[in-house]
């Protein structure tokens, strides 16, 4: 059974910095582009950044480009989502996906972790 599990979700304050975690098991993430989305209260689930497992090219949603990062550890099956500078505006539930190719497109992702809340405040 493949399983995707986010962690590190909390309350941070705006300016503040965020180190989220996707460990997976059940697939090989180093195997999958990876994503992470994140759906704000009220709002519909958006892309925030997506990985190629060929080549790591990684596309940024605009709103957190030169914010937010990306890392994986390959031998903990984990990626990470890292970002700073924070704004109440990224108040959101975060999901990690996986898919067997490199898509922005939510519905292409058919692996995803359960989401974990980050609460900004200002």
């Known amino acids: 059974e493949v399983q995707l599990v986010e962690s590190g979700g909390g309350l941070v304050q705006a300016g503040g910095s965020l180190r989220l975690s996707c460990a997976a098991s059940g697939l090989i993430l180093e195997d999958y582009a990876i994503a992470w989305f994140r759906q704000a209260p009220g709002k519909e689930r958006e892309g925030v950044l997506c990985?190629?497992?060929?080549?790591?090219?990684?596309v940024y949603a605009d709103a957190v480009k030169g914010r937010f990062t990306i890392s994986r550890d390959s031998a903990k099956n984990t990626v990470y989502l890292e970002g700073n500078s924070l704004k109440t505006e990224d108040t959101a539930v975060y999901y990690c996906?996986?898919?067997?190719?490199?898509?922005?497109?939510?519905?292409?992702?058919?692996?995803w972790g359960q989401g974990t809340l980050v609460t900004v405040s200002s």
């Open positions: 996906a996986a898919s067997s190719f490199f898509t922005r497109e939510q519905h292409h992702y058919n692996s």
């Open positions: 990985v190629s497992h060929y080549d790591s090219h990684t």
